[in-house]
C-alpha cells in the first residue's frame, strides 16, 4: 500500500453514488460510470483498503426510536493532558453519538440524541458531569435539524488520502 492513494473521476462517481445510496449495486454504478462490474468490485476494495472507504451504516431516524431531543454539549476539561482518559469514558453513553476535539473555549464537543429533556438532564448530571476531570458543559438542544448529509464528493480531483492513523479511528 502507498503512503497516499490519488483518486480520478471514476473513483469520484463510485464515492457519489455510494454516499447518495450505500446499497447501490455495483452493476449500476458500472452502467453509469461505463466500466465493468469486476472494475467497480476491485476500485471499492481499493478505495476501503487505502482509508477512503472506512465502511457503510444503516442510518435510523433517532424520531423514529423516540429519541426526541438532539443536543449539543461542550465540555471543558479540567486537565488537558486527561483529554482520552474523558473520551474514553464517554464512549460508554451510548446516548453519544459523535465526539470531537475542538478548538476555543471548551475541549470537545458532543452529539447526543435523548428521549426527552428529562433524559438529556439525568444522562449530564449522573453521567457526564460526574466523569473525573470534567470542569464544566454547556448544552445546546436542537431544534430542528435544517439538513444532514454526507461529504460532498465532487471537485476532489488532486485530493490523496492516506490510510487512517490509529489517533483518527
Known sequence: MSSSYQIDEIDQKI???????????????????GVSGAAIHQRVRKLESNGVITGSRLLVKPRA?????????SV??????????????????????EC?????RASLLLKLYCFDNEHLMQVLLTEIQKIP????TDTMISLDEAFERQVWVKGYEKAS?????????
Not at 426510536?65 to 454539549?73: Q, R, S
Open 15 to 33: 464515492l457519489s453514488f455510494l454516499v447518495n445510496n450505500a446499497r447501490m449495486p455495483f452493476l449500476e454504478i458500472a452502467r453509469e460510470c
Open 65 to 73: 426510536l423516540g429519541l426526541n431531543v438532539c443536543a449539543f454539549i
Open 76 to 97: 471543558t476539561i479540567s486537565e488537558a493532558n486527561k483529554y482520552r482518559d474523558v473520551v474514553n469514558s464517554l464512549k460508554h453513553i451510548p446516548e453519544i453519538v
Open 100 to 104: 470531537h476535539f475542538v478548538t476555543g
Open 133 to 136: 476531570f470534567i470542569q464544566s
Open 161 to 169: 488520502f492516506r490510510p487512517l492513523s490509529p489517533m483518527t479511528e
